[in-house]
Nanobody
């Protein structure tokens, strides 16, 4: 098992952009999740293979998930950020695409201020 390590979080103003990275991402099925204080963890985006993607309605058109196979890095490009995007963001991977997410990173904080 290769550990997943997120980076790229930080503080940004409303309307700004951030790109999250997740190293160790050599898995076929992966996703980005987030959890805000007092709220349940929710899926933000996922990718299967190198093409099939899913986005939560709240981020469609603003976030883009992608993978770099050369470096085994998963990315989440976030644009037009809103205060409600403030959360801890986690990348996750599945051993088997038909199963649950088995591996999780430690998380990276994203804070959007107005």
């Amino acid at each position: 098992q290769v550990p997943l390590v997120e980076s790229g979080g930080g503080s940004v103003q409303v309307g700004g952009s951030l790109r999250l990275s997740c190293a160790g991402s050599g898995y076929r099925c992966m996703g980005w999740f987030r959890q805000a204080p007092g709220k349940e963890r929710e899926v933000v985006a996922s990718i299967r293979g190198f093409g099939a993607t899913y986005y939560a309605d709240s981020v469609k058109g603003r976030f883009t998930i992608s993978k770099d196979i050369a470096t085994n890095t998963l990315y989440l490009q976030m644009s037009s950020l809103k205060p409600e995007d403030t959360a801890m963001y986690y990348c996750a991977a599945k051993r088997d695409c038909s199963g649950e997410y088995n591996y999780w990173g430690q998380g990276t904080q994203v804070t959007v201020s107005s």
